[in-house]
Nanobody, 122 residues
Framework: QVQLVESGGGLVQAGGSLRLSCAASGGRFSIYAMGWFRQAPGKEREFVANNGIGGTTDYADSVKGRFTVSRDNAKNTVYLQMGSLKPVDTALYSC????????????????WGQGTQVTVSS
């Protein structure tokens, strides 16, 4: 299985931006669909965005138009550019990988990173 390490989280004011990175190792990155998920305290983990092997993207309605997911296969890295951040975006953000087909479902992804905390202050 591929190993994943996220970075780029932090504390930001509402309206600000952050870029999260997820570096993959131990697998052939180009055949993995990548997903971003988040989990706020007391809530279930939820889908944020995904990026398929062909560069297709999908977003949760709550982040559409504010977040952009992209990947660089040469660097084995997927990114999540987050803009117009809101306090409700505060969560632990994790990336995940699964072979070939991108989905929105937590249970479909077999490889997970440890996560990076994003805190948005009002």
């Amino acid at each position: 299985q591929v190993q994943l390490v996220e970075s780029g989280g932090g504390l930001v004011q509402a309206g600000g931006s952050l870029r999260l990175s997820c570096a993959a190792s131990g697998g052939r990155f180009s055949i993995y669909a990548m997903g971003w998920f988040r989990q706020a305290p007391g809530k279930e983990r939820e889908f944020v965005a995904n990026n398929g092997i062909g560069g297709t993207t999908d977003y949760a309605d709550s982040v559409k138009g504010r977040f952009t997911v992209s990947r660089d296969n040469a660097k084995n890295t997927v990114y999540l550019q987050m803009g117009s951040l809101k306090p409700v975006d505060t969560a632990l953000y994790s990336c995940a990988a699964r072979p070939l087909i991108a989905t929105r479902h937590v249970a479909d992804f077999g490889s997970w990173g440890q996560g990076t905390q994003v805190t948005v202050s009002s």
